[in-house]
């Protein structure tokens, strides 16, 4: 599970700016997550009405309990005063935790993946492009966003506090090794990130973002074109999975 709602993922403490975005954070986004679900079982003391308000949000919920008459216990006594996706929701999950669970009287038989890639993490504390790292390693930019696709612009923003990076277990001796060519490689790929204050003479990093509201009749592609960018960006720097399910009043962020 993951804390989709920006503001929902910021008030459990998810970092969201122009540059990183936590909810894409596999272990981060469910650690909110899990203690978002046990916030809203506080409120409601029953799993089903949690699972409802963690779906549409528990002010729909509680309109849809004073719908039914304010006495309501359970997501079934409010189910037809419910968002039709959150209908479809809870029994969904129930299904599939019973499917989980009592399979094999079913007769479906698992089917077993290979491992996912063995990782573990680096300490980030300076300012820091994934590039750097993949032409320094030899290692595809993919599989680095893969294991990082919380570092919407392939920028790690560790200035002033320090960063997660996550690689190949396999790697990380080498990146030892060779941290200062990785590190020297930084004005190659931020030069147009950083610029010096004029007062300080320190230098500060800073991104422009534009931030686009998606109207009627819009596609990706048609605001890639606006803007000067591809298609593959937007979905990156936004975590659009189908550019063609696009939602009016959608928040696009465009980097230049």
């Not at 005063?81 to 094999?104: D, K, N, S, W």
């Not at 800073?206 to 990706?220: M, P």
Request: glycine share 6%.
């Amino acid at each position: 599970m993951a804390v989709y709602v920006r503001p929902t993922g910021k008030h459990y403490g998810l970092e969201i700016t122009s540059y990183i975005d936590q909810r894409r954070d596999p272990v981060a986004s469910t650690r909110a997550a899990c203690r978002y679900l046990s916030d809203l079982y506080g409120m409601y003391n029953d799993w089903t009405l949690a699972l409802a308000a963690y779906n549409c949000g528990p002010g729909n919920v509680n309109k849809a309990i004073k719908r039914a008459g304010g006495n309501a216990r359970t997501f079934w006594d409010i189910y037809d005063y419910l968002p039709r996706e959150t209908r479809g929701y809870v029994p969904a999950f129930i299904g599939a935790t019973y499917a989980f669970h009592y399979h094999l009287q079913h007769g479906i038989e698992p089917v077993y993946q290979p491992l996912p890639l063995a990782r573990d993490t680096i300490k980030i504390d300076r300012l820091m492009h994934l590039e750097q790292v993949s032409s320094t390693l030899g290692l595809d930019i993919e599989t680095l966003r893969a294991l990082n696709p919380q570092y919407k612009m392939d920028i790690i923003p560790a200035v002033g506090k320090t960063y997660e990076l996550h690689l190949p277990q396999s790697e990380i001796a080498r990146y030892i090794e060779l941290e200062p060519e990785i590190q020297a490689r930084d004005t190659v790929y931020l030069a147009q990130y950083v610029r010096k204050d004029p007062v300080t003479n320190q230098q500060q990093f800073e991104i422009n973002a534009t931030e686009y509201r998606v109207k009627s009749g819009d596609t990706l592609g048609a605001i890639a074109r606006r803007y000067g960018v591809t298609v593959a960006q937007l979905q990156r720097w936004n975590n659009i999975t189908d550019p063609s399910r696009l939602r009016i009043g959608q928040r696009i962020e465009i980097h230049k």
